[in-house]
C-alpha cells in the first residue's frame, strides 16, 4: 500500500472553517469552531500508512496543549509565532514547501500519495507556493489529493485536482471535522456541538 504524506495548512482550514460555521450554525459559531484534529486526520489518510505528516499554524502560546493533541496523533508541528503574522502566508508556504521538496527527493524512487490541506489557494495562478511543488511531485510520479473548503478553495487549483488527483470538499464532512466549543463567559448560552465519527465511505469511493 502506498505511503501517506501530509502536508496541513491549518490557519487557513479554521479561518475557512469559522465562514462554514456562520454559514451552517449561525453568526455565534464563528468564535466557537474548532477543527478535531484527529477526525480531520483520519479523512486526510483515509485508513492508509502515514509516513510523514507536518503542520503549519499559529496560536496564542497558553493554547499549546491544543497542538499538543496534534502532535500526539504522530503529526509534526511547527508554529509561527504571532509577531510573524504579517509573513505568515510567506512563512507557511516555505515551511510547507520545504517539507514536501524533502520528502519528494527522499522518496524519489519511491513515490507515495501527497495529500494538501488547505483553505485557500494563493499563489496558485502564479506557479508559486506549495501548489507549484505538487506539480512537481506529480510529474514525478506521486498520487496527490487536495482537501479544502469549497467556498475558499481556488477555483483553479480545484480545477487542477479533480483532473489529475483528488479533490476533498470539507463541506461534505463538516459535522465530523469540526465542533462547537461551549460559549465563552458573558456571552448569550449555547449548546455545544461534538463531531460526528468519520464516514469514510465516500472517501473510498
Not at 466557537?32 to 505528516?53: Q, S, V, W, Y
Not at 519528494?104 to 513515490?111: H, S
Request: proline share 5%; charged share 25%.
Amino acid at each position: 500500500m502506498e505511503q501517506t504524506f501530509i502536508y496541513w495548512d491549518n490557519s487557513n482550514i479554521y479561518i475557512s472553517a469559522q465562514q462554514v460555521a456562520i454559514d451552517r450554525e449561525g453568526e455565534s459559531a464563528r468564535y466557537r469552531i474548532r477543527i478535531h484534529f484527529r477526525n480531520l486526520l483520519k479523512l486526510a489518510c483515509a485508513d492508509r500508512p502515514i509516513e510523514h505528516a507536518i503542520a503549519v499554524g499559529s496560536i496564542p502560546p497558553e493554547l499549546r496543549h491544543v497542538w499538543n493533541r496534534m502532535e500526539n496523533e504522530g503529526v509534526t508541528v511547527q508554529l509561527l509565532e504571532h509577531g510573524e503574522m504579517h509573513h505568515r502566508e510567506q512563512g507557511v508556504d516555505q515551511a510547507l514547501q520545504t517539507a514536501m521538496l524533502r520528502d519528494a527527493f527522499d522518496y524519489n524512487g519511491d513515490p507515495g500519495i501527497a495529500v494538501m490541506l488547505t483553505g485557500d489557494g494563493s499563489g496558485f495562478d502564479d506557479g508559486v507556493g506549495f501548489h507549484a511543488d505538487l506539480e512537481r511531485m506529480r510529474r514525478r510520479g506521486w498520487r496527490v489529493e487536495v482537501l479544502s473548503w469549497r467556498q475558499s478553495c481556488n477555483r483553479a487549483m480545484r480545477r487542477w485536482a479533480e483532473q489529475n488527483g483528488t479533490f476533498v470538499a470539507l463541506d461534505d464532512y463538516y459535522e465530523s471535522v469540526t465542533f462547537l466549543a461551549p460559549p465563552a463567559p458573558g456571552r448569550p448560552s449555547a449548546d455545544p456541538r461534538a463531531a460526528l465519527p468519520v464516514d469514510l465511505g465516500r472517501r473510498l469511493s
